[in-house]
């Protein structure tokens, strides 16, 4: 993971900790009010099951540090989807995508503590 800082207008390598994700392609990602950058889904490659798991990266301070979301219900796998936060990012909305191979418009809500 990289870091760009608008100051310096320069990149570099950001330093993280605890269990990471796998790297991925056509996930959805953004940042929340604490600081805190919300991954879901996405695929491995293109002849690699979709993926449906989440994951928060603490960036308030660094090293940021990595931790898996648990969820009661897991929503079915898919790729190419985008999403959107509300009420300071506890709450995430994922939009449409990929779902084994054929587009889909549906919607699943996150709520994160």
């Known amino acids: 993971m990289h ?4 100051r310096t207008k320069h990149w570099r390598e950001a330093v993280t900790v605890g269990p990471s994700p796998s790297a991925r392609f056509r996930h959805a990602a953004f940042m929340r009010e604490d600081d805190q950058m919300v991954v879901f889904a996405g695929s491995l490659s ?18 940021f540090e990595w931790r898996p979301v648990e969820s009661a ?6 790729q190419g989807h985008s999403c959107v936060g509300w009420d300071g990012g ?11 191979g054929k587009a889909t418009s549906d919607m699943i809500t996150l709520s994160l503590q």
């Open 73 to 78: 219900t897991q929503p079915a796998p898919r």
């Open 90 to 100: 506890r709450q995430v909305v994922f939009i449409a995508g990929k779902v084994d």
């Open 46 to 63: 293109n002849k690699a099951p979709d993926l449906n798991d989440a994951h928060l990266l603490n960036c308030s301070n660094e090293p």
């Open 3 to 6: 870091v760009f800082d608008p």
